[in-house]
């Protein structure tokens, strides 16, 4: 999900660890609660693929926010819109806090029960942790890994966020991390990196995706050997391709909720341009058997 950015006129950002506590929308989104002008919570998703928020029109009526035109457009995995703004004078949790900024209305609400997108606008200069082992994301300063974490190097996009290599069948191809999609999908460039062709008999139609807009695509499916994400390698891993993008397209892959969330803990290290994956412990390993 990839709308345009309208920065925030003011926005007080917390310096030390700041963590929610962290759900799900039925599609495997994160979601976390804000309180808008004083009301609420009210349940937004957390999109790593947003570079700005967007507001459901049935909460902007609810709050009695005026929607403002503008020449700016929001444009998604599967089309673009024409954006309409809705001003909000405070919006807030422990992750963050925005004053006198203009949300997006949501084109498209109904891919997700929540109601809106909190995008990466106010964390560009820090780490956000999604721990679904703790159920809690965290805020936090950017630093290097430790523990657990190991770092897969990425590098930071124009539009503002994470961009990361993943390897499909031995082919690399750069993905952006986002939680915001609920399924990992790639271009039809990135099926001609791979050396398949658009009638492949591995593929198989998958029916219509919609992301923040209300534009549909159609896609097709199948099961890759292996996707290798930093120091993780899936096997008989689901993608699903679209059809769209230009002869001279550059291959691309949106790495979407449903591969995230095999990943007990993983953070996105902003300053650092790093997807950070904890490893899963290692069981201890068995006593020596007794001798006689």
Known sequence: MLPVALPAIFAVLPVEDASEPLRYD????????????????FDMVLDTGAQSSLLAPALAERLKLPPMDS?????????????????????????????????????????TTALGILGMESFGDRQLMFDRAAGRVVARPSAAVQGRFVALKGRIGDNGLLLVPLILNGVTIEALVDT?????????????????????????????????????????????????????????????????????????????????????????????????????????????????
Request: net charge neutral; charged share 20%.
């Open 71 to 111: 020449d700016m457009r929001i444009v998604g995995a599967t089309g673009g819109a024409a954006a309409t703004l809705y001003p909000v004078d405070h919006l807030a949790n422990a992750l963050l806090e925005q004053r006198d900024v203009a949300l997006f209305r949501f084109p498209n609400p109904q891919v």
């Open 26 to 41: 039925p599609r495997g989104r994160p979601v976390v609660s804000v309180r808008i002008n004083g009301q609420g919570p």
């Open 180 to 292: 915001g999609a609920s399924a990992t999908i790639a271009n039809a460039a990135a099926l001609r990196a791979l050396g398949w062709t658009p009638d492949d008999p591995r593929l198989a139609a998958a029916g219509q995706i919609r992301g923040a807009t209300a534009d549909q695509q159609g896609v097709r499916s199948t099961r890759m050997a292996s996707v290798k994400i930093g120091p993780a390698t899936l096997h008989d891993v689901p993608i699903y391709f679209t059809g769209a993008g230009s002869a001279d397209a550059k291959p691309e892959i949106i790495l979407g909720a449903d591969l995230l969330n095999l990943f007990d803990a993983f953070a996105l290290d902003f300053p650092r341009a790093e997807f950070q994956v904890r490893i899963p412990e290692q069981p201890a390993a068995a006593p020596p058997a007794p001798t006689r």
